[in-house]
Nanobody, 126 residues
Framework: VQLQASGGGQAQAGDSLRLSCAAS????????VGWFRQAPGKEREFVAA????????NYADSVKGRFTISKDNAKNMVYLQMSSLKPEDAANYLC????????????????????WGQGTQVTVSS
């Protein structure tokens, strides 16, 4: 599977942005797509994930209530709707896909994902 993230840009604090992750290739139905982010000088951190087969979701505490992950089966797309953006949300956002089923508790681990797409940059000014 190949992944392409898009939708990043510049936002003001409190604004909303929607990121998209397009999956192509041999996608199947048993994988999980996750969003991670990495700010300069910081480690990559988990943001949200969704399991393709049943739509199970997992969110980082820092984005719960503000970000929503969703998928469009027909288009093989995963979206990350980001609302009430904060300056600390600024980062390069990457989407990633697993090769197989991922249990809920493992969705936040980078090691659960085999394929990573190019990132899309999000900038948030205060």
């Amino acid at each position: 599977v190949q992944l392409q993230a898009s939708g990043g840009g510049q936002a003001q604090a409190g604004d909303s942005l929607r990121l998209s992750c397009a999956a192509s290739g041999r996608t199947g139905n048993s994988y999980t797509v996750g969003w991670f982010r990495q700010a300069p000088g910081k480690e990559r951190e988990f943001v949200a994930a969704i399991r393709w087969s049943d739509g199970a979701r997992n969110y980082a505490d820092s984005v719960k209530g503000r970000f929503t992950i969703s998928k469009d089966n027909a288009k093989n797309m995963v979206y990350l709707q980001m609302s009430s953006l904060k300056p600390e949300d600024a980062a390069n956002y990457l989407c990633a896909a697993s090769r197989s089923h991922v249990i809920l508790s493992a969705m936040n681990r980078a090691a659960s994902y085999a394929t990573w797409g190019q990132g899309t940059q999000v900038t948030v000014s205060s």
